[in-house]
């Protein structure tokens, strides 16, 4: 991972914190937070694809990915 990435990461993982205290505590636009968040994973995940020469690599990040995107949804 390079330096660029380590921040992306950074923010992503602040973004996803704010977001579960924002429907923590019932804030009605966190679903602007959540769909900048899933747009940040995206682009964070692409910023591998030139990096992953196998589906085994690519394939963890697909699940990596998931998991943290749906991960909000296990504790509705």
């Known amino acids: 991972m390079n330096k660029q990435q380590i921040e992306m990461l950074r923010s992503l993982i602040r973004g996803e914190i704010e977001a579960a205290l924002q429907n923590e505590n019932g804030y009605i636009w ?35 990915h998931d998991r943290a995107i749906n991960s909000k949804n296990k504790d509705d």
């Not at 995206?42 to 990596?64: C, P, Q, V, W, Y």
Request: no cysteine; hydrophobic share 35%.
């Open 30 to 64: 966190s679903f602007e937070q959540e769909k900048s968040n899933d747009q940040g994973w995206e682009t964070f995940i692409d910023s591998f694809n030139f990096r992953i020469s196998t589906t085994i690599g690519s394939d963890l990040l697909d699940a990596f």
